[in-house]
């Protein structure tokens, strides 16, 4: 059986979380992890974000999720547990999204809005996924390129 993770990185936008969090549990992703300034689905007293539910309409409820600060200590930790790190992002390096093959355990990275995942972090992927643009835009809004590239490449 597979073992699939997301890991939202740096993403401001709480609507574009809350609507990660419903993709993911849709893909049947087994946990998220947020890093860096990711807003969480409790703020920092501990109550239920209004804001993100109204996006992820109860997905926080069934998907596990985890608020970790640091990025790269929660790649060493998935790295010693085999998982195979693909990053979501347009890059020199990348592959057609519809080229990725799975292996065992995956954990699948978005980064921010505006600039995507850093360089230092696209190293330690294993593999980078770009979604090929037709139009004059050259990229997609997060939340939406992580639903069409999980839906591929867990072939939903």
């Given at each position: 059986m597979l073992e699939n993770v997301l890991i939202i990185h740096n993403i401001r936008s709480v609507t574009n979380v809350g609507a990660?969090?419903?993709?993911?549990?849709?893909?049947?992703i087994n946990k998220i992890y947020l890093t860096g300034y990711t807003p969480t689905p409790l703020d920092r007293f501990g109550r239920i974000r209004k804001d993100m539910a109204k996006s992820a309409l109860g997905a926080e409820d069934y998907v596990k999720w985890e608020y970790k600060k640091s990025l790269p200590v929660i790649l060493r930790s998935l790295r010693w547990e085999n998982f195979y790190i693909i990053?979501?992002?347009?890059?020199?390096k990348s592959v057609d999204y519809k080229k990725i093959k799975l292996k065992n355990k995956n954990?699948?990275?978005?980064?921010?809005?505006?600039?995507?995942?850093?360089?230092?972090?696209?190293n330690r992927c294993d593999i980078i996924a770009e979604i090929p643009m037709k139009g004059k835009k050259?990229?997609?809004?997060?939340?939406?390129?992580?639903?069409?590239?999980?839906?591929?490449?867990l072939n939903i």
């Amino acid at each position: 059986m597979l073992e699939n993770v997301l890991i939202i990185h740096n993403i401001r936008s709480v609507t574009n979380v809350g609507a990660m969090f419903r993709t993911a549990d849709a893909a049947g992703i087994n946990k998220i992890y947020l890093t860096g300034y990711t807003p969480t689905p409790l703020d920092r007293f501990g109550r239920i974000r209004k804001d993100m539910a109204k996006s992820a309409l109860g997905a926080e409820d069934y998907v596990k999720w985890e608020y970790k600060k640091s990025l790269p200590v929660i790649l060493r930790s998935l790295r010693w547990e085999n998982f195979y790190i693909i990053g979501l992002e347009q890059d020199k390096k990348s592959v057609d999204y519809k080229k990725i093959k799975l292996k065992n355990k995956n954990a699948f990275i978005v980064g921010t809005e505006v600039s995507g995942i850093t360089k230092s972090i696209l190293n330690r992927c294993d593999i980078i996924a770009e979604i090929p643009m037709k139009g004059k835009k050259e990229s997609l809004n997060v939340s939406v390129a992580l639903g069409i590239a999980l839906f591929r490449i867990l072939n939903i």
